[in-house]
């Protein structure tokens, strides 16, 4: 599989405030995704990537498509408690595979303080 | 609207022992897959099924088998435990269409 690097491992950080984390891959992506998992859940799809220099947004949250497509960026604005949670970002188990099989990062864990 | 659901949802067990998840989606979805999730770590992909009767190896496959007998559901077996395979994992499912997985909420298991 694809070596994929997040960070930071952990945020802590206001409510109110503007939150960033990315993530690189050791080889060229066609697809990033980012994912939340809130507690003794599984992962729900946040937003996909699929062009290099995408920028997407879902309501606060906007991803991007790096230009060199090994890496990828979540940006959460005005932040909210309920925004705690792990984030991952993930993207396709093979170079040349599709997305359905995904590789992911190890997570960054949010923790938003009132 | 079920989705995805696993079981059971915990687990302890002895090593050496054995047992089976069972994972079921009602969402009539061609893929199906088992992670494992460990702290730091991310989720790792153990094995994956792209329709009924077929099975393949993901990136951590050892110590697990998988069957898919029925396109709803997707079995992962542990033929003697180890410590090592403490984890929450996770199955999920996709369509053809869609790069997005559905993951059921975990099943946290315990090898002691």
């Known amino acids: 599989g694809q070596q994929l690097n997040q960070s930071p491992q952990s945020m802590f950080i206001q409510e109110g405030e503007d939150v960033s984390m990315n993530c690189t891959s050791s080889s060229i992506f066609n697809t990033w995704l980012w994912y939340k998992q809130d507690p003794g859940e599984g992962p729900v799809l946040l937003i996909a990537?699929?062009?290099?220099?995408e920028l997407t947004s879902n309501g606060r949250l906007t991803a991007q498509f790096g230009i060199t497509r090994k890496d990828s960026f979540l940006n959460i604005s005005a932040s909210i408690p309920s925004d705690v949670g792990i984030y991952f970002c993930?993207?396709?188990?093979?170079?040349?595979?599709?997305?359905?099989?995904?590789?992911f990062g190890s997570g960054t864990q949010l923790t938003v303080l009132p | 609207n079920a989705g995805v659901t696993q079981t059971p949802k915990f687990r302890v067990l002895k090593t050496g022992q054995s047992m089976t998840l069972l994972c079921a989606q009602d969402m009539n979805h061609e893929y199906m897959y088992w992670y494992r999730q460990d702290p730091g770590m991310g989720l790792r992909l153990i094995h994956y099924?792209?329709?009924?009767?077929?099975?393949a190896k993901g990136e951590v496959p050892d110590g697990y088998n998988v069957s898919r007998l029925k396109k709803q559901n997707f079995l992962l077996g542990l033929e003697s435990a180890a410590p090592s395979q403490t984890s929450v994992y996770f199955c999920a499912s996709s369509s053809t269409r869609s790069r997005e997985l559905f993951f059921g909420e975990g099943s946290r298991l315990t090898v002691l």
């Open positions: 990537l699929y062009k290099a220099g």
């Open positions: 099924s792209v329709g009924e009767g077929t099975t």
């Open positions: 993930a993207g396709p188990y093979t170079s040349s595979g599709s997305a359905r099989q995904l590789t």
